[in-house]
C-alpha cells in the first residue's frame, strides 16, 4: 500500500502550489479505496505503543523524541492535542499515530459540525498522508466524572467527529474514539460480573451504537498500580505485577486469572457485553505504573514500575487475548514515555515515565535512554517471545 501511494503521489505532485497538494492528499484517500477494492487502514500496528504525553517543560524536543521511538522499534504512539509541532515531527516516520482533542474543546464541537470540520481540515488532513494519523481520540476520561454537561457533550462531539470524518472520506483511514476510566463501571469484581454504571449508561449507548457502526474500538485506561494502592492489604501486589500468585477464580465465569491486568480488560468485555455489544473489540489506551510517590502513595517504586512495564511488555509480545476472549489479541499504549513535571495532583502522576525528562531511563525494562544513538535494540527480543 505504502508504495503503490508513494509512486502515485510521486508522479502527481510536481509543481503547482497548494492546489496539487490537496489533489495528491485526496489520490492517496482514492487510492485507499480503490486499490485492491476497498481497504482499511491497520490502525495499530503490533501489539504494544506508548503514550507520548507533554505537560512538562524541560523534555526533549518532538524530532529527538521520534527518532527515538523508531530505534526503539516503537511503532504506535498517542498524543493527547494535535500539536503541529509534533505532527510535523512524525511526518515521514511511518509510525502510527493517535490525535486528541481536548475536553475543553467537547461543548462547543458537540453542537457545531462545521467545527469539527474545520479541526480535522487543519490538523489532520492538512498532514496526511506522510503523518500517519490513524485515530482521533475525542476527549478523555469524561464520562464516570463530576462535569455533568462535559457527559452531555461528548456524544455530540463524537458524533460530529465521525460525521466530519465521513464528509472528508477519512472513515476508512481514522478511527474515532473515545478513552475511558474504570469509573465508568459499577463493579468489576469478579470479571464476569462487571457493568457500566447507570447515570453512565444513558450517555454510553449511543456512543457504543455509534463505535458498532463505525467499527471503532472501546479505549480503556487500566490501572492495577491504582487498583493495588487503594487496598494493599486485601489485593496481592504479586497479581498486579505479572508475578506467580494464586490468582483468582471466577466462578461464574468458570476463569482463572493469573494477572489483574487481564482481569481489568475482561470486567471491560463483560460490561460490553451486558450493555449488547459482544463484538466490540477493547483496546487498552493507558497502563503503567508509576516510579516514585507520596509518602502514602503505596507501591509507587521503581522496582514495582520496571517489574510491572517489563512484564507487561512480555504479556503483549506473546500475541495472545485474554481469558475471556482467547483469540482477541490484547493491545496496549504504556503510560508514559516521559515523566512530566508540570502534571497536577499527586506525587505519582509525575512519575509514570519510562525515560526522565532529561532522556535518561527511569528504570531498565530492555532499552536505553536517549543516548546519542538513542535506543538499544533490546526490546525487540519481547517480540520472540512464545
Not at 497538494?21 to 490502525?43: D, K, P, Q, S
Not at 515531527?89 to 490525535?99: D, M
Not at 512495564?309 to 516521559?338: D, H, Q, S
Request: proline share 5%; with cysteine; aromatic share 10%.
Amino acid at each position: 500500500m505504502d508504495g503503490v501511494g508513494g509512486a502515485a503521489v510521486f508522479f502527481f505532485c510536481g509543481p503547482g502550489g497548494a492546489h496539487v497538494m490537496r489533489a495528491c492528499r485526496c489520490l492517496f484517500i482514492l487510492l485507499l479505496f480503490l486499490h485492491g477494492g476497498l481497504v482499511t487502514v491497520e490502525a495499530f500496528t503490533g501489539t504494544y505503543g506508548i503514550n507520548y504525553g507533554r505537560i512538562a517543560d524541560n523534555i526533549p524536543p518532538p524530532a529527538t523524541v521520534v527518532a527515538y521511538l523508531k530505534e526503539a522499534k516503537i511503532k504506535n504512539a498517542r498524543i493527547y492535542d494535535a500539536d503541529h509541532s509534533v505532527l510535523e515531527a512524525f511526518k515521514g516516520s511511518g509510525l502510527e499515530l493517535v490525535v486528541g482533542i481536548p475536553n475543553e474543546y467537547l461543548k462547543n464541537m458537540s453542537t457545531n459540525e462545521d467545527q469539527a470540520v474545520n479541526w480535522i481540515k487543519e490538523n489532520v488532513q492538512a498532514y496526511l498522508p506522510d503523518t500517519h494519523i490513524r485515530g482521533i481520540a475525542v476527549g478523555n476520561e469524561v464520562l464516570g466524572g463530576s462535569d455533568q454537561e462535559l457527559a452531555e457533550a461528548l456524544y455530540g462531539a463524537i458524533r460530529n467527529v465521525y460525521n466530519a470524518l465521513s464528509k472528508l472520506q477519512l472513515t476508512d483511514v481514522i478511527e474515532v474514539l473515545t478513552p475511558h476510566s474504570q469509573a465508568v463501571f459499577d463493579n468489576s469484581y469478579p470479571p464476569s460480573s462487571c457493568t457500566f454504571k447507570e447515570n453512565v449508561l444513558q450517555y454510553m449507548k449511543p456512543i457504543l451504537d455509534l463505535f458498532s457502526k463505525a467499527g471503532s474500538p472501546f479505549f480503556i485506561n487500566t490501572y492495577p498500580f491504582l487498583s493495588y494502592q487503594s487496598d494493599p492489604k486485601n489485593i496481592d501486589i504479586n497479581y498486579a505485577l505479572f508475578l506467580p500468585n494464586r490468582g483468582v477464580y471466577d466462578a461464574k465465569a468458570g476463569l482463572h486469572y493469573d494477572n489483574m491486568f487481564d482481569a481489568q480488560i475482561d470486567a471491560a468485555y463483560a460490561a460490553l457485553e451486558a450493555a449488547g455489544y459482544e463484538e466490540m473489540e477493547i483496546r487498552v489506551s493507558e497502563t503503567g505504573w508509576a516510579s516514585k510517590g507520596d509518602e502514602d502513595e503505596t507501591g509507587a517504586t521503581a522496582q514495582n514500575a520496571r517489574t510491572y512495564n517489563y512484564n507487561l511488555l512480555k504479556r503483549l509480545a506473546k500475541k495472545r487475548g485474554t481469558p475471556r476472549r482467547p483469540k482477541m489479541v490484547v493491545k496496549a499504549y504504556v503510560f508514559a514515555l516521559f515523566n512530566e513535571d508540570l502534571k497536577p495532583g499527586p506525587g505519582s502522576e509525575r512519575h509514570y515515565g519510562l525515560l526522565k525528562a532529561d532522556g535518561s531511563i527511569a528504570y531498565d525494562i530492555g532499552f536505553s535512554g536517549l543516548t546519542p544513538s538513542h535506543a538499544s535494540s533490546s526490546l525487540l527480543s519481547l517480540e520472540e517471545c512464545p
